[in-house]
């Protein structure tokens, strides 16, 4: 059998075994390894997209950062009211981005948190740390804007993962470097990132040292955060309620739908699905239902700035694939699909792609500003903690998802919208048919938004009405927005019986 490695995993592979200064034979050995595990399909073994960006463009030469960082005092967290966003904006920030200057095109003030990727862990409980380390310009400009900078500790190996839950002394080597870590460089917390786990080591033996971690952080760092991240589906063995009870932040990492083994193309992050298969509207209303269920404002959405190209049998969506090319970033694809003839919208999944023809056909499928809002505005109707991002400076100096995230979760609300709800009255809730408004206040009503849990606004109704007919909707949850004359806001949540 003629196995044929696509150009770009090859090139990579290869500067990353020069780098690492292994023998030929143990080169062969690592680039077989993960040529298998990335070829093959099945769930267990396929890399998620944090590994293989590792892969793909973390092969960068040892050499320090651009910034002389050492040499400058870390200074910690200053005053936590400076931000102002209504919800956590949690961006990962790859060593490999940072390397290239992407520290310059940060919008702090825009961000609750910033997760340093990566802190590689080994089954001894040792970490090594990101190349540059430690950022001091990131840290101390992040934490001028009261920005928390975390530390991600990462680990894709199975076998190693499982020492780490298993064994007391690494378990222990571990829980204390973090700890030192922290403290040394003035983080606000610590993210753990561990993928390709065993499913019989996931549920109650991950929840539970997850548990004693977060025990043992607040313990000895009183303010600290921990956090974990988590796939989109439950594929088995998962208990992601308990999960969310035993960590500060669960991040669901919503993207790798499709990627370098799907057969056929599509999204990377599809908001919905035709036929319920999965989705990102599916995982959260399925998956980690009851974990939003108890755990809301723990529960952080993430969404891709990459999308995925490969080379196909036709340029229609959904077309078979025919060799997987690469990841792409925004900063990419926000000029490359205009050079492209613009964005093809594919209603199937709520997503963009674009694609071309030389002699080959191509098709890159990718998120824009419109996708990203309706999975922000999912986010936001689900009532859960925020957002986060993979990855940071995969735009580049580019302003348009930074304005996004400005509408979406650092609004310029009125002093008045606490009280505003308050005399709004809204009932029945639930109900089969209507629903009746009333305002027991002096402030006038502009108008209402009446949307589905999709962020898609179903009706626009402007000034004031007693009376909303939902008849003509099936059943499920429901939100009603109504603004007040002087820019007032209320939102309520409705079910539909």
Not at 339 to 355: I, K, L
Not at 393 to 404: A, I, S, T, V
């Amino acid at each position: 059998m003629i196995l044929v490695i696509p150009h770009f995993l090859y090139l990579r592979l290869q500067n990353l075994a020069n780098v690492i200064e292994i023998s030929t034979f143990q080169k062969a050995q690592c680039i077989l390894l993960l040529i298998s595990q990335l070829c093959f399909a099945q769930e267990a073994h396929r890399l998620g997209i944090h590994e293989q960006h590792l892969i793909e463009f973390g092969s960068i030469d040892k050499k320090d950062a651009q910034f002389k960082s050492q040499t400058m005092d870390i200074i910690p967290i200053q005053n936590k009211q400076l931000n102002t966003l209504s919800h956590v904006v949690f961006g990962f920030l790859p060593y490999w981005e940072y390397a290239s200057g992407g520290a310059e095109n940060l919008h702090y003030d825009l961000l609750s948190h910033i997760a340093i990727f990566n802190f590689e862990t080994s089954d001894s409980g040792n970490l090594t740390p990101p190349l540059g380390w430690p950022w001091t310009d990131i840290i101390n400009a992040a934490h001028q804007k009261s920005t928390k900078i975390i530390m991600m500790v990462t680990n894709f190996n199975a076998t190693t993962i499982h020492t780490l839950l298993t064994n007391t002394t690494s378990k222990n080597t571990l829980f204390a470097t973090i700890k030192n870590t922290i403290s040394n460089y003035q983080l606000d917390g610590v993210n753990i990132d561990f993928e390709g786990i065993d499913p019989s080591d996931r549920g109650d033996l991950l929840n539970s040292f997850m548990s004693d971690l977060t025990n043992y952080i607040h313990l000895n760092l009183p303010g600290k955060e921990v956090s974990f991240d988590s796939p989109a589906v439950n594929w088995s063995g998962w208990k992601f309620n308990d999960l969310a009870a035993s960590v500060d932040h669960l991040l669901i990492m919503a993207y790798d739908y499709n990627g370098a083994w799907s057969t056929i193309t599509g999204a990377v992050s599809p908001l919905v699905h035709p036929s319920g298969g999965i989705s990102v509207t599916k995982s959260l209303r399925d998956d980690y239902a009851v974990a939003i269920a108890h755990h809301p404002q723990k529960i952080i959405l993430g969404v891709p700035y990459y999308g995925k190209e490969w080379k196909t049998s036709t340029g229609n969506a959904g077309a078979t694939v025919t060799e997987y090319v690469e990841s792409t970033f925004y900063r990419t694809t926000a000029v490359e699909a205009i050079t492209h003839g613009g964005y093809t919208w594919d209603r199937n999944s709520e997503t963009p792609y674009y694609a071309w023809q030389n002699p080959t056909w191509h098709q890159v499928w990718a998120d824009n500003p419109q996708s990203l809002s309706l999975k922000y505005d999912l986010a936001l109707n689900n009532g859960i903690g925020g957002v986060g991002i993979w990855a940071l400076n995969y735009d580049g100096n580019r302003d348009e998802l930074w304005d996004l995230i400005k509408r979406k979760f650092k609004p310029t609300l009125s002093q008045n919208d606490d009280s505003f709800k308050r005399i709004l009255k809204i009932f029945p809730n639930p109900t089969h048919n209507a629903v009746r408004i009333e305002n027991h206040g002096s402030i006038p009503i502009k108008g209402l938004f009446f949307s589905n849990c999709y962020g898609q606004n179903l009706q626009i109704i402007n000034g004031t009405i007693a009376n909303i007919d939902l008849s003509q909707y099936a059943s499920g949850l429901y939100f009603l927005k109504i603004l007040g004359e002087n820019g007032e806001q209320a939102v309520f949540k409705l079910i539909k019986n």
